[in-house]
């Protein structure tokens, strides 16, 4: 992990779960971190929170679901900290519903896409050129979901585009890779984390009700803490070492 310090991180969805895990153990093992997300007060609270950190964490409003709003946040970061070395694409949602419900507004459906795909493809290709700037080894991470290697049965179905977001996310990792390999990349590190079952607010903002979301609370599921150490795992391995895929799940969940 000594090789990070210093080093300059950008975590999306920063505000809450998973990615306000990742940018609090990023601060503590010394890597500056920008966290991104649309409420960027959390950010700035999780921030004054570890203020005695040896890695500093800064906050930038974006809707990573918005292409033109992640340009103007990596031109910020490009302005501040000029390189990248980590990118942890973490920001992504679903709306609870079946596919052909009324009730679930294809503009909610669109939303998953651009959020889950399409921010994440942006984020990606703009970390990217920051990370050209430098020489220095890198890492993309990219949170996935066990949904991304399945095919959802039936009641699985309440997830309609949600799973199919997380197959792209799965097989874009590997066109990433693949297309830095053949380019003669030795330094540009991607994994695919897909965990299982994680209790954080996304259940509750996806708008699921609150029945399922009790009942989901008394079987086995991660945390997002346990999600962040999957992540900091990762950037303790040695460089020549690309853990491609990482599937991760609460001993015993039923997926």
């Not at 929170?49 to 340009?71: F, Q, R, W, Y």
């Amino acid at each position: 992990m000594d090789y990070w310090k210093g080093k300059v991180a950008v975590v999306t969805g920063a505000s809450a779960g998973i990615g306000a895990e990742i940018i609090r153990d990023f601060a503590k093992a010394g890597i500056n971190v920008v966290g991104l997300a649309r409420r960027n007060e959390r950010v700035e609270e999780i921030a004054k929170e570890m203020a005695n950190a040896p890695g500093k964490i800064h906050a930038i409003k974006c809707d990573i679901s918005n292409l033109d709003c992640i340009a103007k946040a990596f031109a910020e970061i490009e302005a501040k900290f000029k390189i990248v070395h980590i990118l942890v694409n973490n920001a992504g949602m679903m709306r609870y519903g079946n596919f052909f419900d009324e009730n679930l507004p294809f503009e909610k459906i669109q939303q998953t896409i651009d959020l889950n795909i399409s921010g994440l493809a942006k984020c990606t290709r703009e970390a990217y050129k920051l990370m050209q700037k430098h020489g220095d080894n890198c890492y993309i991470v990219n949170i996935n979901s066990i949904v991304g290697h399945m095919t959802p049965n039936a009641a699985l179905s309440c997830l309609n585009i949600y799973g199919p977001t997380k197959h792209a996310v799965t097989t874009l990792t590997t066109q990433i890779r693949q297309e830095l390999n053949f380019a003669g990349n030795r330094r540009i590190k991607i994994t695919s984390v897909s965990p299982g079952g994680v209790m954080t607010e996304f259940g509750e903002a996806a708008g699921i009700p609150q029945e399922f979301l009790q009942y989901y609370q008394n079987e086995p599921m991660l945390s997002g803490k346990d999600v962040s150490s999957t992540v900091m795992y990762l950037l303790s391995t040695p460089a020549h070492l690309n853990i491609t895929e990482l599937t991760c799940q609460a001993t015993g969940e039923k997926m």
